[in-house]
């Protein structure tokens, strides 16, 4: 019985994942290495929370959902002009992240991958 109390236990504090903080985050486009800051919020039940790139700062995520570890969200770029609407799917692992982008520039839809280390409070 304590064997089975102590793996739940275990299992219950390990099995958790929280989106919440800020997300250093790297991917890369048309062979170029870039950098941006995702930073996740809760209020109750809800999630939000905004995306900084070098170039453009607090860019309130959209429709962000949280579920058995992935976190989906969209966001705008705005660059050199355009705005891009990005798609985002992240599969959070502790204190990291792996998963994917779509953006859909002058119509083409362009997939890469992005990466996200927790900033460390």
């Known amino acids: 019985m304590e064997a089975i109390l102590s793996l739940a236990l275990v299992l219950g504090v390990c099995g958790r994942v929280d989106p919440v903080g800020t997300w250093n985050c790297e991917y890369q486009i048309g062979g170029l290495k870039r950098t941006a800051d995702l ?3 809760k209020d109750g039940d809800k999630i939000a929370g905004a995306m900084s790139w070098p170039d453009q700062k607090d860019e309130k995520i959209k429709d962000p959902q949280f579920k058995d570890g992935k ?5 705008v770029r705005k660059f ?6 990005i798609e985002y799917t992240v599969t959070i692992d502790g ?5 994917k982008g779509v ?8 997939e890469f991958e ?8």
């Not at 050199?80 to 609407?85: A, D, E, K, L, M």
């Not at 953006?103 to 362009?110: E, L, P, R, T, Y």
């Open 39 to 41: 930073t996740i919020t």
């Open 114 to 121: 992005i990466n996200g280390q927790r900033e460390k409070k």
């Open 95 to 99: 204190d990291k992240f792996s998963g």
């Open 80 to 85: 050199g002009g355009s705005t891009i609407p």
């Open 103 to 110: 953006s859909d520039f002058g119509g083409k839809k362009q």
């Open 71 to 75: 976190l989906t969200f969209s966001v």
